[in-house]
Each structure stands twice: as structure tokens, then as C-alpha cells.
């Protein structure tokens, strides 16, 4: 893990040296109120004219000291535009993921113990659908179905109401996530305004992320059900829910471990089409606005980030890999 994220690190600062001392700069301070004629004097301060090993290794240590710089597009140090961005990205997820999982591990199963039947055709178009279907397209057409037509399920994540209790100085953010923080505020009304407003977009990521979950899942199982172990309990007369559950969908879990894993990483560092269709502040939003503005540390720390959060994912899915497979533990 500790050579995966300095292997990142370097790339990140290989390509950022590509762009002139004068928009480094940026990378070092936590404020935008600068002179046109301070960007020399800073330019010295920091060294950014030194060599480039010596800058990678001052780099290094302001970002283990938390120092990222300022970020234009989120208007405020890089860290506090993170804490203001990211628990919107991580609501969703913790809402969508399992049932992506779920929903890609039940309609796979199926598909798999009817194979060729009716069911098992449905949960192949709907595979195909969802992995075909653009994300801009599919979140456009729920908006204009459920907000457009019925007006309910708007975008944002808050109504204007909503807003106002959790901004107000008596409401406490103890988590930052709205949900959960409503639920310890005992403010039902707020949970379900923010409830309201996830739906969309949970269901928009549900239906792209899981037909590829479906996929994976019914070729592994039918691969498991072709075992040899599996046709003499059928033969034996087994129950077929305990075989097919228990025996045939546990063998077939470790792909789709692994394809679920890289989902969870990926939905992490930011859903931009998904953020951008529904006017949610989050990860995705705010690196889109970075990309635009040329925003250099935002985009250093969200690919740094990005980074840490794969190889985190890498290490617990090797951790179920062994939960689930006891002959993994094993070896």
C-alpha cells in the first residue's frame, strides 16, 4: 500500500512540474488573497525554482502536515473543501452500494438457477440495458419521468426548508451525513427531505452499477453449479436453497467480491455525471468545477485520495476473500 501511494504521489507531482512555478504556487498556500506581485516573492519562499527531487520531498511534508493549498473552485483551503464536499459523495454511496451488491447478486443468482427460461432472459436485457445505457441519458430520463412530469423526487440534496433546520445554530452536525445526523437530531422531517431527494440518484446508480454485479455473478454461478460437488448433492437429493445459496453462490462470490470492491472505490472519488444531472454538491461536482478551473491542488489531493482509496479497498477485499473462502485463509 505504502509503494502504491508513493508510486501515485510521484506520478501526481511528475505531471504537476509540467506547469510553470507561478501556478504551483497555488499547491502551498491557504488563500486566494494574493497580489500579482507577491507570486515571485512566493515563488522564492517555497523553492518552487529548486530542483525537482527537493520540491517532491517539501511536497511531501506539507501534505503530511494536512497542508494542500487553496482550492479556487471550492473557494476555501483544499481540506475544508473536502470536509464540505465529501460526506454528499459518501451518503450515496452508503446508500446505493449495497443495493448495487444486492440487487446484482440476487437477479445474477436467479438468472443462473433458470438458466435459458423466461427470468433468466429478464435479468440478461436488463444487464445488457444497464451496462449500455449512458449515465447522463438514464439520469435525465428519471428526472424528467419522477421531477418533471409527477414533480416529485427533486434534484439538490436538500429542499429550501431543509436547508434552513440544518444550517440553523440549534441543529448539531455530528457525522456531517444529513441522514444520520437528522436521525441523532431527532428531526424526522429532515431525514425524510433528505431521503426525498436521494432516491433519484440511488436508483440511477442501482440500475448502471449492478448489471455488470448481474453479469459476473450468473456466469460464476453457473460455473459453480457445473461442479461436480453440486451435481451429486442435487443427485442426493439435497435441498436445492441450502445448494444453491450456501455451497454454489459462496464459490461464486469472489469475482464479484472483487468487481464490488473496485464499484464501492470508484462511487467514492466521485460520481461527476451522476453529481452533475442532480445538483449534488459532492466529490464528482466539485472535481469537475477543479478540472475546468485548472484548480492543480484540489485535483492533486482528489487523485491522491482517489489512490488511497483503492488500495484500501484492495486490502478489505482480500480480507473477505478469506472470510468467505476458508481455503484462502489457509494458504
Partial sequence: MILVL???????????MLFPPGMRVAIYIQTEKIQPGQIEALIERYGLNDPAPVQYFRWIKSVFKGDFGYSISAQSPVLEGFKKFFPITLELVLYATPLIILAGIWLGTIGAV????????ATRVFAIIGYSLPTFWLGLLL????????????P?????????????????????????DAILNWRWDLFWDALHHLILPTINLVMLQSALILRLTRSSMLE?????YIRTALAKGAD???????HARRNALIPVITISGIIFATLMAGMVITETIFTRQGIGLWMARAALQLDIPAIMFNVIFLGLIFVMMNLIVDIIYAYIDPRIRLA
Fill in 156 to 180: 439538490g440534496y436538500l429542499s429550501i426548508d431543509g436547508k434552513d433546520i440544518l444550517f440553523s445554530p440549534e441543529f448539531k452536525r455530528y457525522t456531517r451525513l444529513i441522514t444520520l
Fill in 240 to 246: 436445492r436453497r441450502t445448494i444453491y445459496n450456501k
Fill in 6 to 16: 508513493f508510486g501515485v504521489s510521484l506520478m501526481i507531482f511528475t505531471i504537476v
Fill in 224 to 228: 459453480a453449479l457445473g461442479q461436480d
Fill in 114 to 121: 433458470h438458466k435459458d427460461k423466461t427470468v433468466d432472459h
Fill in 143 to 154: 428526472l424528467m419521468i419522477f421531477y418533471g412530469y409527477f414533480g416529485i423526487f427533486p
